[in-house]
Every structure is written in C-alpha cells, then in structure tokens.
C-alpha cells in the first residue's frame, strides 16, 4: 500500500510517500481504507523525535491516530460493523500512529454520521475521546450544570472539548488569542483572552464564579485556575505534566487503568446528526503535501484541525 512516512526524525521534509506493508486487523480491530486522517501533536512531536518514545519507534513510521474510511476488513471479535462501513476513530495506541496510509488499523471507532464530512470524521478520533474523557473525570455531566473554564479551546481538542461540554449542559468560558473571538463565540463559550491575568480578566467578566477548569494548552496557567476554582480538585490537565505536583489531576491517555473516553464517539455522532456538534477544519492537504500539513498544524493561530486528505492514496475506491 502507499503511505505517508518518515525514516529519519526531522523536520516537515523527512515526510514522503511511499511504499508500506498493509497492516491487518487484530482481534477486536477493523481495517478501514482510508478517506482522511488528522494531524495531532503526537504526530508532530513523533516526527520531529522529540516525543519520549522516540528511542522505541520503529522506522520507518507512519503517522496518524486518527482517520476516517470504509471498512474492509473486521478482525476476530469486532462486533457492529461488516465491510462496507463508514467509520471514524482512533488506532491502536501501541502502534503510536499509522492512520494516514491507503489502510489503516482503529483500535475504537463509531458509524460515520453522515452530517460529518471525511476530513470532520478523519480528524475527530482522539479529540473527541480526549474531550470525553477529560469531562468524565471532572465530572461535567448533564444536570450539574457547572461553569467550566478551557484554557487552550481554539485548537483539536479545545474546539471539540468546548461543543461537548456546552452539549452535556456547562456554562463554559474559553481562552484563545485576541481575535479567536468569534470563533469561540460559534462553539457555544464565552471567550477571554489566553495568557497572564487569566483569573482577573475571568473576575471582569462578571461570572459570578467558576466551578470547573480544564488546561489544554500547558501553558502554565495552572495557578491561576487553581485560584479561580478555589482549589486543585477542581482543575485537570492535559498537558501539563507538572499538574500532579500541585494536586490537579492529569488525564493522559496512556495512564493503564483509567477509564478513557472512547464512548464520546458515538455521542458526538448523534450530536452531529443533531446538529449540535462539528469539527472545525482548518486546513485540508493532499498526502504529497503531508509536510505542508505538519508545517501548518504546527503554527498558530490554531481553528481546529489539520487533515490530510488520502483519498488519492486509493484509486478507484468509492468516494
Ligand atoms: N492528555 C491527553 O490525553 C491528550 C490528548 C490529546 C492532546 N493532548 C495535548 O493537548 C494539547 C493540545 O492539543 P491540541 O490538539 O488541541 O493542539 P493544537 O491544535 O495545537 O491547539 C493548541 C491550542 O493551545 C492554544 N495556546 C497556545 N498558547 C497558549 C497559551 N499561552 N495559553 C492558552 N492557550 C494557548 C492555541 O491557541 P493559538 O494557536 O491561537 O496560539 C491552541 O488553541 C497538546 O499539548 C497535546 O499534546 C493531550
């Protein structure tokens, strides 16, 4: 199969496509020929060998956690879904990528709505997942009706964290840089400005308070939402490594044991199908210029996704 891939860590460049073996669906798994595919951080940071598992990656590699496609191959065990499928999720985390390939290999996915488009579907996988179980564990749920306070909402996981949680009955306020306004406005929040004096630009908003707080940026605000909450219970991160350290509980998706979010996909489908939830697209490349997508998902500002579009890798394949 054709693919996207590096073979030495680098910048943008070092991404060709080029010839891989196809992977195959493991018990539990489906194969999926692939419409479209997200670019994460992870793939960034995998890319440019900075990443922890770097030592233990092997080369070449094939990026991508996300994608979106047609199933054509179920594994042992794979229930709900038979060849012909249109899904979207996530691969299989200890192959650490491999989504934007002719074929690709989702540990989790959900039936495609048809209110997402590819690129959408093709980008929301970890997001969503990501957003779910960051929610679960601050414990936003219907009824509660928090005020939830997402440092870091115009990026993948803060455009899609912001429109579930609205969707799960939170008042939110969410940060992005000066003229991210009206972006954020669209997805449901009430928007600030990111950076230092976060917690006194909250207060001038006149919220009476904030219940809640969600760090997706890790940008070193986690002082001031611990201020702004009262307390370290109510902050989690997801990219702050030093959270712990303070008592504010970090949510990774790799911590063995903790329940993940995987459940999300399929309400954010029905979300979708409701109207009440998108994925905001900020830029669609071909696979050939999958160095252009790294290049643009690494520069900000940041409106939602990346996608690289890998329809071209499939020729012939229904569209
Ligand atoms: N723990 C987990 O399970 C998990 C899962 C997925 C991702 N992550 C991590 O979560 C982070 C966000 O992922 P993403 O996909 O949303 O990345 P992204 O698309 O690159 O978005 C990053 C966001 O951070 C904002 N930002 C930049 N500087 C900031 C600052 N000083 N204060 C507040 N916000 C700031 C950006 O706004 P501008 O572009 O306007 O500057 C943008 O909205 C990454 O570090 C990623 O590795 C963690």
């Known amino acids: ?55 233990s990656l092997p080369l070449p590699h094939i990026p991508g956690v996300d994608a979106a496609g047609v199933v054509d191959e179920v594994g042992e065990g794979a229930e709900g879904c038979a060849p012909g ?16 390939a002719q074929f690709a290999v989702l540990a989790f996915w ?13 980008a929301a996988g970890t997001g969503v997942e990501t ?15 928090p005020t939830l306070l997402i440092d870091g909402a115009t990026g993948g996981v803060g455009s899609i964290v912001v429109q579930l949680a609205v969707a ?17 406005t669209g997805l449901g929040a009430t928007p600030v400005p990111y950076g230092p004096g976060l917690a006194e630009r909250v207060r001038a908003l006149g919220v009476a308070r904030v219940d809640l707080a969600l760090d ?5 605000s986690l002082g001031e939402l611990v201020a702004l909450t009262g307390g370290p219970g109510s ?10 350290g303070a008592g504010v509980r970090l949510s990774t998706g790799r911590i063995g044991g903790q329940p993940d979010g995987r459940h999300g996909l399929a309400v954010a489908a029905a979300l979708a199908e409701k109207g009440l939830f998108h994925v905001p697209v900020q830029a669609v490349f071909p696979a050939v ?9 690494a520069t900000g500002p940041r409106r939602g996704k990346t996608v690289l579009d890998l329809t071209a890798l499939a020729p012939g394949a229904p569209r």
């Open 110 to 122: 959900a039936a495609k709505p048809a209110a997402l488009s590819w690129e959408e579907a093709g």
């Open 216 to 220: 997706v940026a890790g940008a070193g």
């Open 1 to 55: 199969m054709q693919a996207v891939q590096f073979d030495r860590f680098g910048p943008p460049e070092v991404l060709g496509v080029r010839s891989a073996p196809e992977p195959h669906a493991g018990p539990g798994q489906v194969r999926i020929a692939v419409r479209a595919s997200g670019v994460a951080p992870v793939d960034l940071a995998l890319r440019a060998g900075t990443s922890p598992s770097r030592d």
């Open 289 to 297: 210029r999958a160095a252009d997508a790294h290049a643009a998902a």
């Open 85 to 100: 499928d249109e899904v979207f999720g996530v691969v299989d985390a200890a192959r650490l990528g491999g989504a934007s």
């Open 168 to 184: 799960r009955g939170a008042r939110v306020v969410a940060t992005g840089r000066p003229g991210s306004e009206e972006f954020l």
């Open 131 to 145: 957003a779910t179980r960051a929610l679960d564990v601050l414990g936003v749920r219907d009824g509660t009706d």
């Open 235 to 244: 902050v989690v991160t997801l990219a702050d490594f030093t959270g712990p």
